[in-house]
């Protein structure tokens, strides 16, 4: 509540570009004139408060502002803004350095560019340095009243942001810093849970200055940089949600826009207790909802909610997404989000059979029990329960199949739900889903079960399919990309997917190593290592997840939308080069999972 009041104590500011500028280690940043009076007075009392208890390093001995692209952190007494990191193998000769110089000097006009009114600063809980993670966000408004001084910038100021922007001026000497080891693009991707304060940036004239920037330094020096993005999604489209229900389904709509600015949005939606109370209730731990329902009320994700669609495609691939026991629409939204990045639209469905760990009718009013049974199949009735169940998830597939052509041909329905944003219309969607030549289904665990039940069905409308640690495995007539974890595995199962892969030629079969049945979810992300059943590298093989996935549609499944996704040709051969370390594919897969099943290796089956 301190930093709340004093921050509602600051008044609005505004800040002005000065330089790009090449800042040690090679790191990539664009710097500002400084900060104004009342944002210093603000570091002064947070400091004075001991709200920030971090000191502060050498390299925050001036003012900047320190970040991932399109945000600014005032954690301590910075003002530059992080653009971009050398890749970890990298460093800069003399004559890359003056090369770097000439592009700096190039984009002087970005003098003429500012940050009009900064009217909020954002608390943010995060993963990592560059800020591409953030778990959670609590927005604050500073005053938006003020007085000449407070947004005035010191003289001293000014001079200590010119003093450090003159250190480059000799090549020679500065080369030294520059070349150093330390700050490369792993070091602010690694794993780094802390806190601090930002302010998002929606200049979008600054944005696009600093887009072209980025431009020419790949053309300059291609493979060199790697750019920090400003949302966790890794593809070019940002990305809104839309949530549909009708009589017989439930699913959140995930899907690109051109919108160029980031917002976040609850990841429980706007029912956070609800699904808290789920989720803890799923785990047997329902008494710990008090504890727990603060954090995950303010989970935030990239994503906005009801932004029209992207007019950049005519139309887009689609994909339904089936969850696994547990979970519901938006626990993978770190999955679906981000092939929504690169162009897709996805249905991820909240299923009513029971499964789900929090669900309802006709918004919230009929909510839906989680129904618990046994995992196991040596217990009586399981496999009939089950049964029952797909049978229900597999009729919310397909009326979700036809939830989606009537939202393509643009047919009037009741969306129980309310839209958030009264520019938003379902209708804009008319026409934008590519549902003839370009969808496919997936789902993880149960889901996977789902998944490949409705691939069984006659006439159903899929082109491919992917199943994320399946938990059964009948024949399928399409291409199925199934990956594993590493344990969720037992031998009849592990045996039906054997049968199944063994002479099928449209499938693939694939393992990746170091991840655990959990780490196609959201929870590995948001809480990492292995208080949530994670791997040793949740984001790394998260990656190794995505891509693969990538590869296997732009390959069997993708026609005139190749173009969306990032590929590398030849992927699934044996001998590529460029394939991800740590995945195991076909026979070498089955061996190492068999041979992990006989070293009686604990398994879990959620």
């Not at 008319?430 to 409705?454: M, P, Q, R, V, Y």
């Not at 594919?585 to 006989?598: T, V």
Request: one cysteine or more.
């Amino acid at each position: 509540m301190e930093l709340k009041s004093l921050i509602e104590e600051t008044s609005q500011f505004s800040l002005k570009a000065k330089d790009f500028f090449i800042a040690w280690h090679g790191v990539l940043t664009l710097a500002f004139t400084g900060f104004p009076n009342s944002v210093e007075t603000l570091k002064s009392k947070l400091t004075k408060a001991k709200i920030i208890p971090t000191p502060e390093n050498f390299g925050s001995r001036w003012p900047k502002l320190t970040l991932g692209s399109q945000m600014l952190n005032f954690s301590l007494p910075n003002s530059y803004l992080h653009l971009g990191a050398l890749k970890d193998e990298k460093t800069l000769c003399l004559k890359e350095l003056n090369t770097l110089k000439e592009i700096c000097l190039k984009f002087q006009l970005i003098r003429n560019e500012s940050i009009k009114k900064v009217v909020k600063l954002s608390y943010v809980f995060f993963r990592n340095r560059s800020l591409e993670d953030i778990i959670f966000q609590v927005d604050m408004s500073l005053d938006h009243s003020f007085t000449t001084k407070d947004v005035e910038i010191s003289e001293s100021q000014s001079q200590v942001v010119n003093n450090i922007l003159a250190e480059m001026e000799d090549s020679e000497i500065y080369l030294k810093e520059v070349e150093k080891f330390g700050n490369r693009i792993s070091h602010y991707r690694s794993l780094h849970i802390e806190t601090t304060l930002v302010a998002f940036i929606d200049e979008l004239v600054l944005k696009e200055t600093i887009l072209k920037f980025k431009r020419e330094v790949d053309t300059v020096l291609p493979g060199c940089y790697e750019w920090i993005s400003e949302s966790s999604f890794e593809g070019k489209f940002q990305v809104s949600c839309h949530d549909v229900e009708n009589n017989d389904v439930l699913v959140r709509l995930y899907y690109p826009t051109d919108s160029q600015k980031i917002q976040y949005t609850s990841w429980l939606s706007n029912k956070a207790w609800f699904y808290t109370s789920g989720y803890l209730g799923f785990m047997k731990l329902g008494f710990l909802t008090p504890l727990f329902y603060p954090l995950f009320y303010l989970i935030r994700k990239p994503c906005a909610i009801d932004f029209p669609i992207s007019q950049a495609v005519e139309k887009f691939p689609t994909l339904i997404f089936s969850h696994g026991l547990g979970g519901n629409r938006t626990t993978y939204s770190a999955f679906c989000g981000n092939l929504a990045s690169h162009g897709f639209v996805v249905a991820s469905l909240e299923h009513r059979d029971g499964s789900a760990s929090a669900t309802a009718r006709f918004f919230y009013k009929e909510p839906v029990p989680f129904k618990r049974f046994s995992t196991f199949e040596s217990v009586p009735g399981v496999f009939e329960f089950r049964r029952e169940q797909i049978a229900i998830r597999v009729k919310e597939v397909f009326a979700a199949v036809e939830l989606l052509k009537s939202i393509n041909n643009g047919d009037a329905f009741e969306n129980h739900f309310p839209t958030n944003n009264g520019e938003f219309s379902l209708s804009l969607l008319k026409g934008k889903l590519n549902l003839e030549e370009e969808f496919a289904i997936a789902g993880h665990s149960f889901g996977g079960a789902t998944t490949i039940d409705c691939l069984q069905k006659e006439n159903h409308p899929f082109k491919c399919g992917i199943v994320l640690d399946p938990w059964m495995y009948p024949t399928v007539e399409v291409p199925v990309y199934s990956v594993q974890s590493e344990t969720f595995h037992w031998e009849t199962n592990i045996n039906r997917m054997h049968k199944q892969f063994k002479n099928d030629q449209n499938c693939v079969f694939a393992v990746i190593k170091g991840i655990q049945h959990q780490s196609f979810s959201d929870f590995p992300l948001l809480f990492p290592g292995k208080l949530v059943m994670g791997g040793d590298n949740d984001k790394v093989n998260f990656k190794i997840i995505l891509r693969s996935c990538y590869e296997f549609l732009a390959l069997n499944f993708l026609k005139s939308s190749k173009h969306l996704l990032p590929i590398t040709p030849g992927y699934f051969d044996k001998v590529c080069s460029e394939r991800d370390e740590g995945l195991v594919l076909s026979d070498e897969g089955f061996k190492f999972i068999y041979e992990r099943i006989q070293k009686s290796i604990p398994v879990s089956k959620t």
